[in-house]
């Protein structure tokens, strides 16, 4: 390998700097890498924000800032700092200190926690699913989640984004670039910090800022069109519906089962996040009667018994998918001595195969249902290890096509009795100006909203922040009409 003394020894520019040396020292690398002709750097190093006592607090902080003026001039970009670094299975590129190299493919995961990050990529690697990104962002102090998404929405070769995020320092650029993401492309986050006691002290993310009310974020991730899903097993399971699964055309579900209980199980668990047990035809039963034993259950979960061979299944999942009143179809399969659990699984393989309709499955127990979830993942066929992740994986896939819907919704038009006033609003902003503040207090920011006839309290207390946040943005766009904002 190659070595050199320092960033002005090198025969070229480097394309990329990784950087994993004390904190002081890194504002001095960044500056003479920048000055070389590098434009990129990943910053490993932690240590710019905690009051650890080395290089943190305010010491860490205006190390931060050095770094990053540092690198303004020449226009270098820095990933990080406090990061687990960047990989790009496409381009052959590990610059981190992850675990494992992932598989190539065309999911990309973006992430403020390098633990998530390593996670994600050990339960990919065991299940075969690749991924084009895996950027650990750390402190974000410089590219952010709305410069990732802007540049990963026009690499083609992605199929999805998936966020795992702690806090957004730029809301406004984050909106734009999510929606204009969304738009092309399946975009699903996971936000911690929903709770106030979640992030009580500085410790408890990256930048020790408080989280925001998290109704707010729940109601700019839907406006924006993304699926937002609340925990690691749901944000697995978006892994992988998206990377081998086909979309539901609704939210009515079929179950077709090998066990009555487990089936049960499945409906209480659909009940449970809102979505809807299909209502099988009289076309539909009627088929089902030829091919099931007399006393089959004859209503949705479609229980085949414990008996059941691997035909019985082929027949009854071939009928149900063609049920008009069905947009999905759940199998289960619980291990029992006298059918063979990978046997029901190639069926239910054969019978998918050349078919567009979403189908999951999941094969209960772990020795005896290895072999199934080999097979279904070797043919993209989502499984999951339990009945309730695979019902909450079909409801967030609905509610990701409800986003899609919400995406492209425009606000309802002014009424014609709607006389906003103006000059009131204006004089609360530019007193704010002229104090030379950034920000309104309470009750500025309240007189402004009043102003335009936004109720502020009942918007702020509301049940459904989606409903909320609709009757703000029907009349919010009236503020920059009347030119309320200093440009310059």
Known sequence: MLTYADAGALPVPADLAVIATPPETVPGLIGAFAERGTRAAVVITEGFNQSDGNGGGEDGRALRQAMLDAARPHTLRIVGPDCLGVMVPGAGLNASFAHIQPKRGNLAFIAQSGAIVTSVLDWAAARGIGFSHFVSLGDTSDVDFGDMLDYLTGQMEIRGILLYIETIRDARKFMSAARAAARIKPVIVIKSGRHPAATAGEAASHTGALASRDA????????????????????????????????????????????????????????????RLADLSGETVAALDAV?????????????????????????????????????????????????????????????????????????????????????????????????????????????????????ETPPSVPEDFAPDAAAARAVIENALDDGREWLGELEAKAVLDAYGIPVVPMLLAADPGAAWTALSSRIWALDTVGLRRRG
Not at 224 to 236: K, N, W, Y
Not at 245 to 262: E, H, Y
Not at 341 to 352: K, N, P, Q, S
Not at 354 to 383: N, Q
């Open 216 to 275: 707010v974020y729940d109601a700019a991730f839907r406006r924006a069109g993304m699926l937002r899903v609340h925990d690691i097993g749901g944000l697995f399971g978006a892994v992988e519906t998206m990377a081998q699964g086909q979309a539901p055309s609704g939210d009515r579900i079929a179950v077709l089962t090998n066990g009555g209980g487990v089936g049960m199980m499945a409906v209480d668990a659909l009940i449970d996040y809102g979505g």
């Open 292 to 408: 099931l034993p007399p006393t089959w259950s004859r209503r949705n979960p479609v229980d085949i018994f414990g008996d059941a061979p691997p035909e019985r299944y082929g027949k009854a999942l071939e009928i149900l998918l063609k049920d008009k009143g069905t947009n999905a179809v759940l199998v289960l399969n619980c291990p029992t001595a006298t059918a063979s659990g990978e046997d029901a699984a190639r069926a239910v393989i054969d019978t998918v195969a050349g078919k567009k309709r979403c189908v999951l499955t999941s094969w209960l127990g772990e020795t005896a249902a290895a072999g199934a979830r080999r097979m279904f993942a070797e043919h993209r066929i989502p499984t999951y290890f339990t009945p309730e992740r695979a019902i909450r994986a079909f409801v967030d896939m609905v509610n990701y096509e409800r986003s899609q819907e919400a995406l492209t």
